[in-house]
Antibody, heavy 121, light 107 residues
């Protein structure tokens, strides 16, 4: 069982960057793949990228490549998602989630509470 | 990227009704299909993984079926707490992609 607690609401100017944190408790965080998913107002869920354990290698959606950086600090049981070059379309709730992988399945089982990022001048 | 579609986009049903939501992938995804329920102001919760496997703690009135490109989620007897938006997700290849969602409310 893992509990994920995300950082608080952010208000950012266009062109700036935002970093959202996701702190885990309850299990060995270093074993987990962590994904980031966002939901813009009135829109559906959109996967942004993930970071795999041990080597901490990130994979990004092509849509966000070059603007998103996902990292983790294993000693702090925390994952981070930084998005740069913010524009109004990046206004969304950002979620972290742990990825569960089995021989027959891959799914997101534990989720953070979400962080609202508003981009406005 | 694999595109996911869902139907209907919204649905209103009565308590006790049997409800079915369908999801279609733009190419075969074998059984790598998950279903989530997203309630306003909350994080999404996993209902079904690998097309037909009920996630731990999810009521047995939820079931999933399908393989290849066509999938469905069924609620056998709708309860008031089932309202929200349902999303399918393909995880056959990355980037994983979600359907546009089906919003379910109570008549």
């Amino acid at each position: 069982q893992v509990r994920l607690v995300q950082s608080g609401v952010e208000l950012k100017k266009p062109g700036s960057s935002v970093r959202v944190s996701c702190k885990a408790s309850g299990d060995t965080f270093s074993n987990y793949i962590v994904s980031w998913v966002r939901q813009a107002p009135g829109q559906g869920l959109e996967w942004m990228g993930r970071i795999v354990p041990v080597l901490n290698i990130p994979n990004y959606s092509q849509k966000f490549q070059g603007r998103v950086t996902i990292t983790r600090d294993t000693s702090a049981s925390t994952a981070y998602m930084e998005l740069s070059g913010l524009r109004s379309e990046d206004t969304a709730v950002y979620y972290c989630a742990t990825d569960a992988v089995t021989t027959i399945a891959y799914y997101f089982d534990y989720w953070g509470q979400g962080t609202l990022v508003t981009v406005s001048s | 990227d694999i595109q996911m579609t869902q139907s209907p986009s919204s649905l209103s049903a009565s308590v006790g009704d049997r409800v079915t939501i369908t999801c279609r992938a733009s190419q075969t995804i074998s059984g790598y299909l998950n279903w989530y329920l997203h309630k306003p102001g909350k994080a999404p919760t996993l209902l079904i993984y690998a097309a037909s496997n009920l996630h731990s703690g999810v009521p047995s009135r939820f079931s999933g079926s399908g393989s290849g490109t066509d999938f469905s989620l069924t609620i056998s007897s709708l309860q008031p707490e089932d309202v929200g938006t349902y999303y399918c997700q393909q995880i056959y290849s990355f980037p994983c992609t979600f359907g546009p969602g089906t919003t379910l409310d109570i008549k």
